[in-house]
T-cell receptor, first 111, second 115 residues
Framework: SQQGEEDPQALSIQEGENATMNCSYKTSINNLQWYRQNSGRGLVHLILIRSNEREKHSGRLRVTLDTSKKSSSLLITASRAADTASYFCATEATGGFKTIFGAGTRLFVKA | DVKVTQSSRYLVKRTGEKVFLECVQDMDHENMFWYRQDPGLGLRLIYFSYDVKMKEKGDIPEGYSVSREKKERFSLILESASTNQTSMYLC??????????????FGQGTRLTVV
């Protein structure tokens, strides 16, 4: 069963604009992570936010977590063409071993 | 740097063949995972292993088995390949939950086509 669901499924923006992607999940979690995947490649970890954190920053990335709404958002500021990729949220359920991924958001940044 | 290596980038097999997908990691991670990725469905967990010789079914284990004889190697086996197993297969490894670093490290993926 899918734990994380991303929204939107696809997003197209101009270089320099901000991109926001959302993720919703269903059960209690230890943490939520965001990954990036370039076309046809493996996933690369971007940022992890723990269940007791509300906001986290890493360079141009800002992640928020609202455990009461079981949702998270990833903001990429001042986007670049090189940010074009698919972005996935992943959750580790409380008491579980598994990392469960959503279907992803495809981001296209036009130069 | 952590390295997770999958034995093949591209593989073409015939229906009914037994297929082995190999994954090796060099970070002494206890946890290893096999996912398949299909358009619109994201990554779906096939099997995972939390230690040598230990394995657990994921969400879609039917038609697959796994082997973990050594800590660094986790193999996915398609007992009798079928066309609906055509997909991208991704291997990942990770330290156990609760450790300082629980991010998963992925291999580059194996695109399997069953004809």
């Amino acid at each position: 069963s899918q734990q994380g669901e991303e929204d939107p499924q696809a997003l197209s923006i101009q270089e320099g604009e901000n991109a926001t992607m959302n993720c919703s999940y269903k059960t209690s979690i230890n943490n939520l992570q965001w990954y990036r995947q370039n076309s046809g490649r493996g996933l690369v970890h971007l940022i992890l936010i723990r269940s007791n954190e509300r906001e986290k920053h890493s360079g141009r990335l800002r992640v928020t977590l609202d455990t009461s709404k079981k949702s998270s958002s990833l903001l990429i500021t001042a986007s670049r063409a090189a940010d074009t990729a698919s972005y996935f949220c992943a959750t580790e359920a409380t008491g579980g071993f598994k990392t469960i991924f959503g279907a992803g958001t495809r981001l296209f940044v036009k130069a | 740097d952590v390295k997770v290596t999958q034995s093949s980038r591209y593989l073409v097999k015939r229906t009914g063949e037994k297929v082995f997908l190999e994954c090796v990691q060099d970070m002494d991670h206890e946890n290893m995972f096999w996912y398949r990725q299909d358009p619109g469905l994201g990554l779906r967990l096939i099997y995972f292993s939390y230690d040598v010789k230990m394995k657990e079914k994921g969400d879609i284990p039917e038609g697959y088995s796994v082997s973990r004889e050594k800590k660094e190697r986790f193999s996915l086996i398609l007992e009798s390949a079928s066309t609906n197993q055509t997909s991208m297969y991704l291997c990942a490894s990770r330290s156990p939950i609760g450790g300082a670093n629980t991010e998963a490290f992925f291999g580059q993926g194996t695109r399997l086509t069953v004809v």
